[in-house]
């Protein structure tokens, strides 16, 4: 592969390199450990010696006996700081995001500029432009000392230089700018601790070039190309980790179905498992969808030589949302592989050996979190280390008051402000330290979850494994039409047993339903708490999607059907004896189905939720940095 460098002219050689040195100053409650590790003759040495380890062993207890130290208050190790205790922490949370409680002792250069050229099947070949596919990378340095061989956080998306020259708005940064997501947090908090940071621009996109393929094979090969080259330098200690959000979280996936061996970690932040999963639920098809190929085309284009582009998959792209929505049961949602091109979860599973760091706001419409859940299972279950942490923020980063201020009641405002997690950094600090230097003790896998009321939990995994199952079956009576023409109608289900209770999992709404003269039809449908009306979830699905998941079935008019539907995943407490379901034909972000008219005739219900039990005093819980005694709210 090729390189070419402009801006700074630093070539390969001017890089430092070396070796990370990992600190030998160790908290005090791990001094029996270090005990242990001691040579044999220190210990057989004369009485003098004896007596010290004696005493300093004393000591220990003593202060461990005291409580563990809080960073900011004399303790070296403040990245091991359990999540539990991290509210005690001297953080310093006076901006919009989280810092660590210490600075690195490297400032930086850059950004160079690189070229990588990347080989490409037949099939994703550029048919306008015949030129070498090229993934453009903008990457920053820490000073080092000479030798020193660092990892590198990289984030790749295709919003460098995007805009399309007014085609859909002006254009962004190019990638030579940290952007403002996690190019510039990364280069401020981790680049002083020895970390690289590259930015890293999607074909069609910046400085790279071939067309965009959205999200398709052409876009993960450029992507793994990218992620290689940055493990092969010189001057990397071959470690590569990824992180970011939204598009450049789904990178993340793309980077892992078939990875580099220098991938070591990837945290995608609300970054899709693919694209029918984003834009479809249960068959039901979100607006965004119809569009989404284009505009992405239209943004990057700048109808210049070099922009008149042409993929393989253009000119399928456009029209697969089309076909999924109005000719499922067709085989409208079969005709091609557009869908199956872009399903990464799958192959993470299959070829992944690194870890996996995710993050999604359960408010999060634009991706929504069951792209996370059971995402996290399904990693846990293959042997792949994850954590997940779930906040009731919508589609932005933990660490983000401004944004987090920004959400309506029932979409995330009853959280507020224990949503905003000013020790985020710190959370990440020895996760990367761990992957990409090799220094500490694997972080452990778990799930932090907050709560609609906003308290915070722990969990080994999520749905919590010792939830359990209530089920509340219902008849309506002679029935209800839902349709856009008929509107829809409101069930109230009384709870039996105490309120309030803790719902925390997906749960699942099965409903009778008949069809009208069209072959089709779909349900909306909202739970609210019986008594303050506040909103806690919704489910969505298409007839001919009834089992659900993305494989469409034959549908008829007149005939009866069971609907499997499946709520979005909720973590909310509901404090009245009652709920109500609200059935609607489409809702929030999605269109009506192609059989909208006609709809569905609902004839009986079946809910199920899953319940857990947590106590005031329960281990589960814990606080976080309380930040909002320090700003202004």
């Known amino acids: 592969m090729g390189e070419e460098c402009c801006g700074h002219d630093h070539s390969s050689e001017d890089v430092l390199e070396a070796t990370i040195i990992e600190d030998s100053v160790g908290s005090s409650f791990d001094f029996s450990r270090r005990l242990e590790k001691l040579d044999s003759r220190y210990l057989l040495g004369g009485g003098v010696a004896v007596v010290a380890l004696v005493l300093m062993l004393i000591l220990s207890i003593l202060w461990t006996a005291a409580g563990p ?22 953080l310093n949370m006076t901006g919009l995001r989280s810092q660590l409680p210490e600075a690195g002792p490297y400032t930086w250069s850059g950004p160079t500029e690189h070229f990588v050229e990347v080989d490409l099947p037949p099939s994703e070949q550029d048919v306008g432009y015949p030129g070498p596919a090229l993934m453009h990378i903008a990457l920053w340095m820490p000073d080092v000392e000479p030798g020193t061989k660092v990892p590198v956080i ?179 949602d079969q005709w091609n592989d557009y869908w199956d091109e872009r399903y990464h979860l799958q192959d993470v599973l299959d070829n992944y050996n690194g870890s996996v760091y995710i993050v999604w706001g359960m408010q999060d419409w634009n991706v929504d979190p069951y792209h996370a859940f059971p995402t996290h299972e399904l990693l846990r279950q293959q042997g792949i280390n994850v954590r997940t942490i779930a906040g009731q923020w919508a589609h932005n980063y933990p660490d983000q008051p401004d944004r987090h201020s920004e959400v309506s009641s029932g979409y995330g405002a009853e959280a507020y402000p224990n949503m905003t997690r000013f020790d985020w950094a710190v959370e990440l600090f020895p996760w990367f330290e761990y992957y990409l230097k090799g220094i500490g003790d694997e972080p452990e896998s778990y799930v932090q979850m907050q709560r609609n009321d906003g308290r915070w939990h722990i969990e080994e995994t999520w749905p919590p494994e010792d939830a359990y199952g209530e089920i509340w079956g219902f008849g309506l009576g002679t029935g209800e039409w839902v349709s856009s023409t008929s509107g829809g109608f409101v069930k109230t289900i009384p709870i039996p047993g105490d309120s309030p209770i803790h719902i925390s999992g997906l749960p699942t709404l099965h409903v009778d339903v008949s069809t009208g003269l069209c072959n089709g039809g779909q349900l909306f449908v909202t739970m609210k708490d019986g008594e303050s009306g506040l909103r806690l979830g919704h489910a969505t699905m298409d007839v001919r999607y009834r089992d659900g998941g993305y494989e469409s079935k034959a549908t008829s008019s007149l005939s009866s059907y069971r609907m499997l539907m499946e709520f979005n995943p909720m973590d909310v407490v509901v404090s009245s004896g009652w709920l109500t379901l609200e059935f609607t034909e489409s809702g929030e972000d999605y269109i009506p189905s192609p059989c909208a008219a006609s709809g569905l005739f609902v004839e009986s219900v079946e809910l199920y939720l899953p319940l857990i039990d947590r106590e005031d005093e329960h281990e589960a819980w814990f606080d976080v940095p309380p930040w909002w005694e320090v700003q202004e709210m």
């Not at 890293?200 to 450029?222: A, M, P």
């Open 69 to 90: 130290s809080i960073a900011g208050e004399g303790d070296e190790d403040w990245w091991n700081t359990p999540v539990e205790q991290r509210y005690k922490m001297d």
């Open 154 to 332: 990289a984030t790749i998306h295709p919003y460098y230089d995007f805009g399309g020259e007014g085609v859909a708005g002006d254009d962004s940064n190019p990638n030579t700018i940290p952007d403002a997501g996690v190019g510039a947090w990364v280069l401020d908090q981790f680049v002083p601790h020895g970390y690289a940071l590259a930015q890293v621009s999607t074909f069609g996109t910046g400085k790279s070039t071939h067309c965009q393929d959205v999200k398709g094979l052409g876009e993960q090969i450029g992507i793994q190309a990218a992620v290689h080259w940055l493990g092969e330098q010189n001057w990397s200690n071959g470690n590569v980790g990824l992180m970011g959000k939204s598009y450049a979280g789904t990178t993340n996936w793309e980077a892992a179905q078939n990875p580099s061996p220098h991938l070591k970690t990837i945290v995608p932040i609300s970054g899709s498992i693919g694209v029918q999963q984003m834009f479809y639920r249960n068959g039901s098809s979100e607006a965004r969808a119809m569009l989404y190929d284009v505009l992405y085309e239209g943004a990057t284009a700048d109808a210049t030589e070099d922009d008149m582009r042409m993929c393989s998959d253009d000119a399928i792209g456009p029209v697969s949302p089309f076909t999924t929505w109005l000719g499922a049961g067709f085989g409208g």
